[in-house]
């Protein structure tokens, strides 16, 4: 394999706006990556959409794309050895029974396993960014009208408005939010977790409250939207996709209404793609 190979994340609207053949042979000589928020999301599509979007990722991976994980792995993994996950994010064990396998048929005959894991995605964005966003405009609106005031004149592009927001974040205790957030009992040690800007635990965090506070704005400028439920659970999953930008190199996006803008201001070192034509040869891999 090439030296320190670039890493290539590609999210559902990719899968879905570009066409598959292209995809496949983009795999063959790049290192991308198909994370669980990508089966996660062909999995829970449309029951009419669902077995051609499972095999759109069963074709990429058998192609040669890899499977990754998504947060839970990752914050467990260092809150477990207290150190931060490794650069290398494809799961070879993982991504070998794939290939073995048909992911079709593994999730079509668990269909209970798969509701089960919706609602419980589905809970946790809830409870993210729907109830801390709703409590942080409780507080704001009694205690800090001044800060209130502030959020609702923030930009109306959605990408100017990130920027903003990380520019805010970034200058609090994120170090602190990371022990306050993770669940106590994955932290082995607290005094030698989150200690920088190199753990992906403190990327979620960052990433996590720009949204809460995006949603803040959303509360600040009108009604939030009758499907907010529907919408909490889709941004958690774009989250997901731009928090592997951490450690990856580049993110093939379709999506302009949050992943494309939330990725180039989370990390505008990294690559933003929407088309494979747009990627350099620095992306390609020279397999052994």
Not at 156 to 177: A, G, P, V, Y
Not at 232 to 261: C, F, N, W
Request: hydrophobic content about 35%; charged content about 30%; aromatic content about 10%.
């Amino acid at each position: 394999m090439t030296p320190n190979p670039k890493q290539i994340i590609v999210d559902k609207d990719a899968l879905v706006g570009i066409n598959i053949n292209d995809l496949c042979d983009f795999a063959r000589n790049h290192l991308m990556l198909c994370s669980d928020t990508l089966l996660y999301e062909c999995a829970t599509t449309s029951e009419s959409k669902r077995k051609n979007m499972l095999d759109r990722c069963d074709r990429l991976i058998k192609a040669g794309a890899y499977y990754c994980p998504c947060s839970t792995r990752f914050l467990e993994f260092e809150g477990d050895l207290c150190c931060p996950y490794p650069p290398f994010l494809p799961d070879l064990n993982a991504t070998d029974d794939i290939r073995k396998a048909c992911l079709v048929d593994i999730v079509l005959n668990s269909p209970h396993k798969i509701e089960t894991i919706f609602s419980s995605r589905a809970e946790i964005a809830r409870a993210e960014f729907l109830k801390l966003s709703q409590e942080l405009k409780n507080s704001i609106d009694t205690e800090h009208l001044d800060v209130g005031k502030k959020i609702g004149q923030l930009p109306s592009d959605q990408f100017e408005r990130f920027k903003k927001l990380f520019e805010h974040i970034n200058t609090s205790d994120l170090r602190q939010m990371c022990v306050d957030s993770v669940p106590g009992e994955w932290i082995k040690d607290k005094a030698k977790f989150g200690l920088s800007p190199e753990w992906m635990s403190w990327q979620y965090v960052r990433l996590s409250g720009v949204i809460i506070q995006n949603y803040h704005y959303l509360r600040q400028t009108g009604p939030m939207p009758r499907d907010e439920n529907e919408r909490a659970e889709h941004d958690y999953q774009d989250m997901e996709y731009v928090l592997l930008l951490s450690r990856a190199d580049g993110i093939l996006t379709r999506d302009k209404k949050v992943v494309e803008p939330l990725a180039r201001a989370a990390f505008p070192e990294k690559d933003v793609f929407s088309n494979l034509d747009e990627v350099p040869d620095s992306y390609l891999c020279h397999w052994d």
